[in-house]
């Protein structure tokens, strides 16, 4: 892709209080924070070449993000070469829970969804608003795992008792001999039985909030890449000033650099495969979105709440035309006279015949036929 780079969909690692990946190496923790405040929040301030990263999270936890941003945007530099300097880097604002964000965000623009997602990139203000509710699930773990604590220690009490009285009856309960608190039991084998399931469906509900815990993570990364990538686009590469990126073009960008980890070289993009399973299902049905919808799609057709088939068509098309059909199309002067200013006073479909260098009906059944080979 113009240059070679990596952005793979891999599992994250716990590291604080989201998951991390820093491509096999430790983040420099020595990063210089400043404390400041402002908008009603006390900010964690890093400002660095590429992003000023603020954040209402700790210290520590900046620090880790820090090294992430850094990561993600040298993920960007290598797929998309700088074109420009824009007079001051975007700003990515880091909030702790929800509700900071969206009392940051309604003096600013009511029009933002006000629930899902989390995240925002603001082209007025140059910012990217991002928050974690991954506090919040941890918090409700905790709840759950302390009270499942309670009741560890409840039954390690009526199965020491139980199985005292069944040894003093040679293993035949008594009746009306259970201890305060074990009405739920008897004494009885069948008893440390059920003990036993008890302890096992414990298990299972804490392995399953685990899962919701890397979720969380893993919805909090993916909104950070994704919406750092927006910002990036507009600040180094294609300013709306200058030049005019589709909506497909953009969202269809940022959804493929979501989760992005950059490894050694040689580079490559693994694909998400929740979209590629969203974008099959869709190419094999009966009427499947035409192409045609998707290049001309706006902020209607992609909108957060429920443009889930346009997202998953743009990363399709952008997935197939830079990884599978043309790797060296990002950078290239073919994407540069597609995104310039003037192009967008051809239709859809011509101005996307231009860049693939073909009709859109013969590249749309083409383009169909990979994926669902794919699948």
Not at 11 to 23: D, E, N, R, V
Not at 32 to 43: K, Q, T, V
Not at 195 to 204: F, G, L, N, P
């Amino acid at each position: 892709m113009g240059r070679r780079f990596a952005i793979l969909a891999t599992s994250m690692l716990a590291c604080g209080p989201w998951g991390l990946l820093i491509g096999g190496e430790a983040p420099n923790l020595a990063v210089p924070l400043a404390r400041f405040r402002a908008e009603g929040n006390d900010y964690w301030r890093y400002q660095g070449r590429w992003f000023t990263l603020d954040s209402t999270e700790e210290a520590g936890s900046v620090r880790l993000l820090v090294a992430r941003g850094e990561q993600v945007f040298a993920a960007f530099r290598q797929a998309l070469p700088c074109r420009t300097t824009p007079a001051r880097p975007p700003r990515l604002i880091v909030f702790r829970n929800p509700t900071q964000y969206r009392t940051f965000l309604a003096p600013l623009d009511p029009n933002i969804a006000p629930v899902e997602p989390l995240g925002c990139f603001l082209e007025k203000q140059n910012v990217v608003a991002v928050a974690s509710d991954v506090a919040l699930v941890a918090d409700t773990i905790k709840v759950i795992r302390e009270k499942h604590d309670e009741i560890r220690r409840d039954l390690d009490d009526i199965e020491k008792q139980s199985r005292m009285r069944l040894r003093a009856s040679n293993g035949r309960p008594k009746p009306n001999s259970q201890p305060a608190g074990a009405t739920r039991f008897a004494t009885s084998p069948k008893s440390i039985r059920e003990i036993a399931e008890k302890r096992k469906e414990m298990q299972r509900i804490e392995q399953q909030n685990e899962e919701r815990l890397r979720a969380a993570q893993r919805r909090f990364e993916n909104r950070l890449c994704h919406e750092s990538l927006h910002a990036y686009l507009e600040n180094y590469v294609y300013p709306h000033g200058t030049h005019d990126v589709p909506r497909w073009l953009n969202e269809g960008l940022a959804t493929m650099f979501e989760g992005a980890v950059v490894q050694n070289d040689p580079f490559r993009v693994a694909p998400n495969g929740e979209m590629a399973k969203r974008l099959a299902r869709d190419l094999g049905g009966k009427q499947p979105l035409p192409l045609e919808k998707v290049l001309a799609g706006g902020a209607d057709e992609f909108h957060p709440n429920t443009g889930d088939l346009y997202y998953a068509h743009a990363w399709g098309l952008v997935y197939y035309l830079t990884v599978k059909r043309d790797k060296s199309l990002l950078g290239s002067p073919a994407l540069d006279e597609y995104v310039r200013a003037k192009a967008k006073d051809l239709p859809p479909m011509r101005r996307f015949e231009k860049l693939v260098g073909m009709p859109p009906d013969k590249f749309e059944k083409e383009w169909r036929e990979a994926i669902l080979r794919a699948r």
